[in-house]
T-cell receptor, first 113, second 115 residues
Framework: NAGVTQTPKFQVLKTGQSMTLQCAQD?????MSWYRQDPGMGLRLIHY???????DQGEVPNGYNVSRSTTEDFPLRLLSAAPSQTSVYFC????????????FGDGTRLSIL | AQTVTQSQPEMSVQEAETVTLSCTYD???????LFWYKQPPSRQMILVIR??????QNATENRFSVNFQKAAKSFSLKISDSQLGDTAMYFC????????????FGQGTRLTINP
């Protein structure tokens, strides 16, 4: 059971480049979300999804797009990377409407030059 | 909107000592969950302990326990008999029971256990 898988683990981009961070889970969880982690600020919610075809914005959505075409996958897209998006990105999943804790991926460290 | 505050950016104790990490939060909700997550240098996010706000009894998990003060909106984590492997960032987090399962995190406390 792989849990939540994020790829890549590390990436360096130039300003203006586009990129997709991949997130996949094999637990049939309805709820998936993306967070970014910055020093001194904890983790902040970017976007989330309560099921296939349904997405919504979190606390810091600007500059990011998401889609949820399947239950398993929830990719995060940066259309035009900016240095302010340098961060560590975490994907998480959990069953919807339950008291089960969220499962986190191992994170993607992204640097924008 | 909910906010979570961890006022101790860094803490350091000797192995085998007891340490308490502080967390306060602000919400108008009556029912919610509170969590402590551990993030070791490997970057994994590991759930340490969870508290349901409607339960008066403080949660415990082996050497980890919480002091949940609902009226004061305080949720501290006590680590007893600290071990070198407890060295990590610790995050306090809040989640509403109703609606989407969005976690709101505090800023984190970097805990170092010294030999």
């Amino acid at each position: 059971n792989a849990g939540v898988t994020q790829t890549p683990k590390f990436q360096v981009l130039k300003t203006g480049q586009s990129m997709t961070l991949q997130c996949a889970q094999d637990m049939n969880h309805e709820y998936m979300s993306w967070y970014r982690q910055d020093p001194g600020m904890g983790l902040r919610l970017i976007h989330y999804s309560v099921g296939a075809g349904i997405t919504d914005q979190g606390e810091v959505p600007n500059g990011y797009n998401v889609s949820r075409s399947t239950t398993e996958d929830f990719p995060l897209r940066l259309l035009s990377a900016a240095p302010s998006q340098t961060s560590v990105y975490f994907c998480a999943s959990s069953p919807q409407y339950s008291n089960q804790p969220q499962h986190f991926g191992d994170g993607t460290r992204l640097s924008i030059l | 909107a909910q906010t979570v505050t961890q006022s101790q950016p860094e803490m350091s104790v000797q192995e085998a000592e007891t340490v308490t990490l502080s967390c306060t939060y602000d919400t108008s909700e009556n029912n919610y969950y509170l969590f402590w997550y551990k993030q070791p240098p490997s970057r994994q996010m590991i759930l340490v302990i969870r508290q349901e706000a409607y339960k008066q009894q403080n949660a415990t998990e082996n050497r980890f326990s919480v002091n949940f003060q609902k009226a004061a909106k305080s949720f501290s984590l006590k680590i007893s008999d600290s071990q070198l492997g407890d060295t990590a960032m610790y995050f306090c987090a809040f989640m509403r029971i109703q609606g989407a399962q969005k976690l709101v995190f505090g800023q984190g406390t970097r805990l170092t256990i010294n030999p």
